[in-house]
């Protein structure tokens, strides 16, 4: 198959996007839909225009929540990976409850969580269950990963008397490079994902994130709203995404089969 | 057991008597397995600076294991590897400087073949600017240094196996260990590696242990062949090869080369019937 441009790759769902948001625009229009059941698109923009510098405020807030989750879910799983795969006393002791912290809904730990951390410090709250949902995918990625290194490369390190560090740094490591940034996509996806979720079940604190937005917009039946929190949180979804393999390309592309451009 | 009774100090066939400080003395060296299984019978053995041995026989005749034993990476059950002439580290073991090509390239897909063949000198804490030198000499040796830049994943199966056997050449080594490098290849490439690995060889001055199934590789390459039966792994037999290097086509179709071949062929027929008869 041959390789398709990357100009047309964009510019195909750009245009069946904006023939959809005429299409819906249209029919609304047409058939005289009330703007609390469905807004047209321009209703949304216009919402998003008049409410710009508040749904910025709050695409902030929960941008922060979702990056500092993100790095402290990457951190303490490349942490505990690397311990996993060091000592598999380590390993049987932590992954029943890494399996079971990520088995147990989010939602349903999150009171317990705000009861713990205190009510008045909301957003650390939000912080946490963020994290634990964002955490696993690193952990048991990396862990496969470090521990999938070629033993015959494992013999030559010890052939030449590697040091414990140097075996890490210039074999587990890279060995574990591409299982990581597999686990580092899911986990930017799920670090939105329970940073909205622990939002709609632990309200909100000083600053109020997108999430909240959505239920406030909701109880207010000021839907185009809504759809315009909604719009920006999908626009944040896709970019940590797009990042994250872009990040990817970038590290794998000389190397790895998963990222290699190749001539058929 | 009864069956097999363990190779004594005397040696094989009286064949291994050499020079009072070989580069290695195995006494007695065997391996046994957990479950039971004997992988390598004692063996006693002596290898003098400068020879190019192979090690030949069925699979799973322990050869690979002795090998393995030889370079350290597997523990004998019983006796001791000596290395008269080698210095000793710290703890008073021996500390050979030695090379090891195993039987896949085994290189690191992430690293440029620049960066593999660095590596050895690279863990030993030698600075890149101080070795680049040493790793270019290397990759020329093997007639890749037009190839620094690339990634392992651009190179044939060939190239790879080169990349890795300069990463074993840049210590310097007083002795290349290989274990069945060329069984994966193609003929012709097998051919010219052959060639290429003997003018190093010569070059260099190296000891070469070269673990093979091939009768043809083996008397081709050494000036002496030890064939292994299987279950348990012992060295049956210890030819000499009595030709002169260089060798080339030359000697591969003479009727030299015929005769050794066969008589290597006649002694991996009995170390074959020997493990036959185990059942």
């Known amino acids: 198959m041959r390789e398709i441009p990357l100009a047309i790759r964009i510019a195909v769902p750009v245009a069946l996007g904006i023939l959809l948001l005429g299409l819906w625009e249209i029919l609304v229009r047409a058939m005289d839909v009330p703007k609390f059941v469905l807004p047209p698109p321009s209703a949304i923009g216009a919402a998003l225009a008049e409410d710009f510098p508040s749904l910025l405020a709050s695409l902030w807030v929960t941008l922060r929540i979702t990056m500092e989750a993100f790095v402290i879910a990457l951190m303490g799983g490349l942490f505990f990976a690397i311990l996993s795969a060091r000592s598999r006393l380590f390993e049987l002791c932590l992954f029943p409850y890494a399996v079971i912290l990520q088995v147990t809904p989010v939602v349903a730990i999150a009171p317990l969580i705000l009861i713990w951390v205190g009510i008045e410090h909301l957003e650390r709250a939000l912080l946490i269950l963020a994290t634990i949902v964002a955490f696993f995918p690193i952990l048991s990625n990396t ?80 839907i185009p709203r809504m759809f315009a929190a909604l719009a920006l949180l999908s626009g944040l979804g896709l970019v940590i995404f797009f990042l994250m393999v872009g990040l990817q390309h970038f590290l794998l592309r000389r190397w790895h089969e998963s990222a290699v451009q190749r001539e058929s | 057991m009864a069956l097999y009774p363990s190779a004594d100090g005397s040696g094989i066939g009286g064949l291994t008597v050499k020079a009072a400080r070989p580069l290695i003395r195995l006494a007695g060296v065997g391996k046994t397995y957990s479950t039971g299984t004997v992988a390598v019978a004692e063996t006693s053995l002596d290898i003098g600076h400068g020879e190019f041995i192979s090690l030949l026989g069925p699979s799973g005749c322990g050869k690979s294991t002795l090998l393995r034993m030889i370079a350290g990476l597997a523990d004998p059950s019983t006796g001791t590897i000596d290395w008269p002439t080698s210095d000793y580290d710290a703890r008073g073991r021996a500390k050979p400087k030695l090379g090891f090509v195993f039987q896949e390239p085994t290189l690191m897909p992430w690293a440029t073949v620049f960066e593999n063949a660095y590596l050895p000198l690279r863990l030993a804490k030698v600075p890149r600017k101080a070795a680049a030198g040493r790793v270019m000499a290397a990759l020329a040796s093997v007639g890749l240094e037009r190839f620094a830049t690339a990634y392992p994943r651009q190179l ?86 009595a030709a002169p290097y260089p060798r080339g086509d030359d000697f591969r179709t003479s009727l030299h080369y015929g005769e050794l071949c066969r008589a290597a062929s006649a002694e991996l027929h009995r170390a074959m019937a020997g493990a036959d008869g185990e059942h």
């Open chain 1, 143 to 222: 862990t496969l990963g470090l521990k999938s290194v070629n033993p015959e490369l494992n013999a030559l390190f010890k052939l030449y008397g590697a040091s414990p560090w140097q075996r890490l740094t210039r074999l587990d490591l890279p060995n574990a490079l591409p299982y990581l940034l597999a686990g580092m996509r899911i986990s930017g996806g799920l670090a939105l994902i329970g940073a909205v979720v622990a939002e709609f079940v632990a309200g909100s604190g000083n600053g109020t994130g997108l999430a909240w937005r959505v239920v406030e917009s909701a109880n207010e039946l000021n």
């Open chain 2, 156 to 241: 044939s199966g060939g190239m790879k196996m080169r990349v890795s056997i300069a990463r074993a050449l840049v210590t310097e080594p007083a002795i290349l260990l290989m274990d069945e490098p060329f069984a994966a290849l193609d003929e012709i490439t097998r051919f010219k590696l052959n060639d290429d690995l003997l003018r190093v060889f010569r070059a260099q001055g190296l000891t070469v242990i070269f673990v093979t199934h091939s009768v043809f590789e083996s008397v081709y390459l050494s000036n002496r062949v030890l064939v292994m039966s299987a279950r348990p792994g012992r060295v049956i037999a210890d030819l000499p090869i």
